[in-house]
């Protein structure tokens, strides 16, 4: 096994999605390292995340009709949900109800998904009225 650097552009995406609370896409990943590391570029976005997720670091999120957004691997279950208005996902983690699934005779569950789809708190309170 390789051993990887830690370097500025990799601590500032780690950054990043650890502050966000949040899965984040390639782009607002790269938006917000920008502001703590002017010297990041794209590529270099792209290949950290890229062997972050093959080091198990970090784990990409991909839904129908949504980009893939990126997470750090902690070992908790997550439940997802998705902004209709402003397209942000958002963890949820606690509070969220419990689905519980008895699978047909001889099926093995190794993993579960489970979004939810509305309006997040900041869309909420821009809509009029």
Do not use: W
Not at 95 to 100: F, W
């Amino acid at each position: 096994m390789k051993m990887i650097r830690n370097t500025r552009q990799r601590e500032a995406i780690l950054g990043v999605i650890t502050v966000a609370g949040r899965p984040l896409t390639v782009p607002e990943i790269y938006a917000l390292g920008r502001e703590k590391s002017a010297r990041l570029g794209l590529r270099t976005v792209y290949r950290n995340i890229r062997q972050m997720v093959e080091e198990e670091r970090l784990v990409g999120l991909d839904y129908p009709g949504q980009p893939t957004r990126y997470e750090l691997v902690d070992g908790r279950y997550r439940n997802h949900f998705i902004c209709s208005l402003c397209q942000k996902m958002f963890d949820f983690t606690e509070n969220a109800p419990e689905v519980v699934f008895t699978p047909p005779a001889g099926f093995k569950i190794t993993g579960q998904e489970v979004i939810f789809y509305g309006v997040c708190p900041d869309c909420s309170a821009k809509a009029p009225g």
